[in-house]
């Protein structure tokens, strides 16, 4: 699925390829762990751990609201390691790389709609009750856009479209009135992104609801989450003064600069992962720079490259075990390798024995693409 492009040494971080696993993992079944362990020991600290692995009902934050900007923040990340302008190429040159983007684009909007099962009553599907919003649909739209803005635009032009986008799509939800609703009005069933989904938003939405939260307004601001890793890459692999300890310090530094302003901004602006509002986009992009500094520091500064190994193995092929996670019944291969050992157990550690059941398959098969050099990129 690789077209030929420019000849651009790319430089490689293993702390992209383990964090990209890390936040591919808790996709995986990760998120099984924390009640498997409270129900083993009873401590209350697992209980607090679970309750970070599902997402806010609506305003608010918690853990797994993160996972996904934080993949759309990584994959501009990969995008800024090697930015490179199109727009003073020849044709010849340039063609093939925009013709893998639109085609990258497409295929990841196809899979989106397979992945959620997108067809209601079976095949033949009524194009009525197939849903067009995905979440690999979101990844694929910030990606391209952010794409085509390093392709043909300045860090400066960048920075200032990021601002333009989020201060907009803020100024959206504030002032804009809409048909039904007044501005400012930021309820599941009443929100201009509620309205918009309602008018122009083809198929069904995510649980038939007012509204999809990978819908058409709200994917505008991802493309920020996508530029910030753009800039982020850039940075890392700038030639300054700085040093790794100091690029390392000033992620973190923005990270929580940009956490402050995110929650500064929340009594205004709630942050909502549904509505992806603009104080969302500053709160995990905030938290993407913090992790990716952690990350950085450990891996790629200090060297911990063996104990970043088991999530560099999920990050290599994370699109395809995502699909996977959709498409193929882990449970019924986990209990038919592990359902004996897992019964003999004794009860209270049985469902930690099925979670790690549960993860093992998946690892283990994408270990096994790892050291077959297996690696299916899109």
Do not use: C
Not at 243 to 256: C, D, E, Q, R, S
Not at 280 to 304: N, P, Q, R
């Amino acid at each position: 699925m690789q077209a030929t492009e420019p000849q651009v040494k790319k430089p490689r971080l293993m702390s992209l390829d383990a964090l990209r696993g890390f936040d591919m993992f808790w996709i995986l079944g990760g998120e099984k762990l924390f009640m498997a362990l409270f129900a083993l020991t009873g401590w209350s600290f697992w209980q607090m751990a679970d309750t970070q692995m599902h997402h806010s009902q609506w305003h608010g934050f918690t853990f797994y609201d993160l996972i996904f900007p934080l993949f759309i923040f990584l994959s501009g990340v990969a995008l800024g390691l090697s930015p490179k302008r199109l727009d003073t190429m020849a044709a010849a040159e340039r063609n093939p790389v925009y013709r893998h983007a639109f085609k990258r684009l497409l295929l990841l909007l196809a899979l989106g709609v397979l992945y959620n099962h997108g067809w209601g009553s079976g095949i033949p599907a009524h194009p009525d009750e197939v849903r067009y919003a995905s979440v690999l649909g979101r990844i694929a739209f910030a990606w391209f856009f952010a794409a085509m803005l390093v392709w043909h635009t300045g860090l400066k032009t960048q920075v200032l479209v990021a601002i333009a986008l989020l201060g907009g799509y803020g100024a959206m939800h504030l002032l804009l009135p809409f048909a039904g609703g007044a501005a400012g009005q930021l309820t599941p069933e009443h929100s201009i992104n509620a309205w918009i989904d309602g008018q122009f938003l083809p198929g069904i939405t995510y649980q038939h609801k007012a509204y999809d939260p990978e819908g058409i307004l709200s994917t505008i601001p991802a493309i920020v989450n996508a530029l910030a890793g753009v800039m982020t890459g850039r940075y890392i692999v700038s030639k300054g003064s700085l040093g790794a300890w100091g690029k390392l310090a000033t992620l973190a530094g923005a990270g929580g600069l940009m956490l402050a302003l995110g929650w500064a901004l929340d009594p205004l602006l709630p942050v909502n992962k549904d509505l992806w509002t603009s104080s969302f986009v500053l709160v995990t992009t905030g938290w993407s720079l913090l992790l990716l500094a952690i990350f950085y520091g450990l891996v790629d500064v200090l060297g911990a490259r063996r104990l970043a190994f088991p999530f560099v193995v999920i990050g290599a092929n994370s699109i395809i075990i995502y699909l996977a996670s959709s498409l193929m019944n882990w449970d019924y291969l986990s209990q038919s390798l592990f359902g004996g050992m897992i019964n003999a157990l004794p009860e209270p550690a049985r469902l930690l024995g099925a979670a790690i059941g549960f993860l093992t398959v998946q690892w283990v098969l994408l270990l096994w693409m790892y050291r077959k050099g297996i690696f299916i990129r899109i």
